[in-house]
């Protein structure tokens, strides 16, 4: 499967979304009208739950995983747009505008999945999830794209930076991470300003970090149960 090899080998394609009581529950958020169980195996064009500051508070809301632009006319691009670099936030075509118009959000997750390359070639998908915090979140743009007078398309990326050390050695191919916020930087991150926001943007420590391997039945997004985080008895190379 195309679609799939490409999320495999890009980060971060795969993560564990919560249900809505945990994310309410964690977020301090005011009830909500969303119902949904915790997906464990969310991935790029699935809709998934975020957190974005508007009208001076943190509000809940559904939107498309990968970023459609402005321009874009609420249709998706032939490039990957469900991860950001950190490095182009301010340039990138698709996130400068966010960015600008400090459209943040918190992308709330029970951890992710990548794949290690093993000498052989093949590859080992590791489950990492963070000690310090049962749900965290991860830093996200959000975008709203019209289709028409009536019609928008509202969709998130996740933000991507350099690998801590535990992540350089999982994925070992591109050294990449999401960007994971602490408890503290939650609030600057959607509301402060630019400076400050980005201040939120450091590699998550790798000694509060935890990861092993997991089964193969993760590579296919219709595989989606609590059994896919279980810890898998492997050497890897």
Known sequence: MILQARYNNTMCGRYVSPD????????NLVRT???????????????????RWLDGRPMAALLRWGLVPFFAHGKPGKYSTFNARIETLQS?????????????????????YEWHVNADGTKTPFYIHVEDQDVFGFAGLWERSP????TIVESCAIITM??????????????RMPAILTREMREAWL??????AAAALTAYAADRMVAYAVSSRVNSPRNNDEKLIEPLETDVD
């Open 147 to 150: 289709v028409e007078a009536d």
């Open 92 to 112: 990138s075509a698709s996130y400068r505008g966010p960015w600008a118009r400090a459209q943040r959000c918190i992308v709330p997750a029970l951890g992710f």
């Open 191 to 196: 509301s402060a300003g630019s400076t400050e």
């Open 20 to 27: 809505e009581a945990s994310i309410e529950r964690e977020f």
């Open 33 to 51: 009208e969303w119902r949904f169980p915790a997906n464990f195996n969310a991935a790029p064009s699935q809709t998934v739950p975020v957190i």
């Open 162 to 175: 350099p690998a801590n050390a535990l992540m350089a050695g999982i994925h070992n191919t591109k050294g």
